[in-house]
């Protein structure tokens, strides 16, 4: 079973930096984009950044400039460095991964991690 973990959330002051990363464990063939995407109470989830395996990245209006988004594909693991972190920026941090399941399929399936808290405080 293939498992999408996030870690590293938590309580900072506005103005500070805090990182997040998602491991892809479990067996699977390779992964595709990865990315991050978060949710505030009564907001629909929204795109943060995210990474091709290429290095390709694309940000949301609100990360960038302050975010950095990379990934260590020998490790399946995509990472989140946030900067300067807004009260606005309080959400839940979710991952996503496309994930090719087997050599046998050329489809990519997207798995989405169960979340990581990130509250910034004025």
């Known amino acids: 079973q293939v498992q999408v973990v996030e870690s590293g959330g938590g309580l900072v002051q506005a103005g500070g930096s805090l990182g997040l990363s998602c491991v892809v464990s479990?067996?699977?063939?390779?992964?595709?984009?990865m990315g991050w995407y978060r949710q505030a109470p009564g907001i629909e989830r929204e795109l943060v950044a995210t990474?091709?395996?290429?290095?390709?990245?694309n940000y949301g209006h609100s990360a960038k400039d302050r975010f950095t988004i990379s990934r260590d594909n020998a490790k399946n693991t995509v990472y989140l460095q946030m900067d300067s972190l807004k009260p606005d920026d309080t959400a839940v941090y979710y991952c996503?991964?496309?994930?090719?399941?087997?050599?046998?399929?050329?489809?990519?399936?997207?798995?989405w991690g169960q979340g990581t808290q990130v509250t910034v405080s004025s």
């Open positions: 996503n991964a496309a994930i090719r399941h087997s050599s046998s399929s050329p489809r990519f399936v997207y798995g």
């Open positions: 990474i091709s395996r290429e290095d390709n990245t």
């Open positions: 479990g067996k699977f063939f390779s992964l595709g984009t």
